[in-house]
């Protein structure tokens, strides 16, 4: 089984403006080896991952398979990357979750790239790129909107009543047992993002690093890192994606809102628009 890793690896590096030939079965090869990763990745995410193993993602998989034949001529293993791409292509059509949107997006700037297109592959694997990162901060999204008790309307009004009712010394001790429990029930919230959100990571740094060797600049291809911080009961408080943007500058995402962030000298935050 092949990981993310071979994947880059295999991929072809451009060499001033020129792409230098690894090897196009190398490539394929290590594409079809990667399924595993890919399931294990739909796993994490909670994604069905037989989604990917019929169908015409299935199809389109086959005729990659067909194309790394011994016997294939090179005009026989172009047809059959072609009709792949047809398959991918319908595959995506029908497709609705960003994730697999995502895996499909990969195949099809692949298959781009051993048609003797790197133009194109860069831009599906743009595509890939941006849908798992959506992919990603949807979880943080969701896992952020599950944190609150208090949203429940029966649970707050037991809240008032109880605190009307309640002295104040009493009432402070409360409120020390109900940040416990809150604390308690975010981190069992949050460690559960987190255990989807990392696998996702270290597929989009791949992501990355392929884009990087078919020649895009580190400028225009970000960096996304996810951070935890722990509260003093070493509960699991919040996570953050951060985009790194340029050498000074970066962009931070917590589930809620979107601050720019600069990590030199002091830290300096501007509010953006989501």
Partial sequence: ??????????????????????????????????EGEQLVL???????????????????????????????????????IRAAGHRFTEALGAE???ARVSLISLHLGLCRLLLGSPKDAREWLGMANQSA?????????????????TRNRLLGGMLNFVMFFTSSATLGAGYL????????????????????MEPLAG???????????????????????????????????????R??????????FNGRETRRVSRTGSERTTPLIR
């Fill in 96 to 98: 609705r979750d960003t």
């Fill in 177 to 196: 047992v109900w940040d416990r429990v809150m604390s308690k029930r975010s981190d069992k919230v949050l460690r559960r993002a987190l255990a989807r």
């Fill in 42 to 80: 739909l796993g994490h995410l909670h994604r069905e991952p037989h989604l990917l193993r019929e169908g015409a993602f299935h199809a389109g998989r086959a005729h990659l398979e067909a194309s790394t034949r011994p016997t294939c001529t090179r005009d026989e293993r172009l047809e059959q």
């Fill in 133 to 149: 990162v959506e992919t990603l901060k949807d979880i943080l999204t969701e896992a952020t909107g599950e944190q609150g008790f």
């Fill in 243 to 252: 985009t790194l943007v340029g050498e000074g500058e970066a962009v931070d």
């Fill in 203 to 241: 597929y989009i740094d791949a992501l990355r690093e392929m884009r990087l060797r078919l020649g895009e600049p580190a400028s225009s291809v970000p960096r996304y890192v996810v951070t935890h911080t722990v509260d003093d009961s070493q509960c699991l408080s919040r996570i953050t994606i």
């Fill in 1 to 34: 089984m092949a990981t993310w890793n071979d994947l880059i690896l295999a991929t072809p590096r451009q060499v001033n403006g020129k792409h230098q030939e690894e090897g196009p079965v190398a490539l394929q090869e290590a594409l079809l080896g990667t």
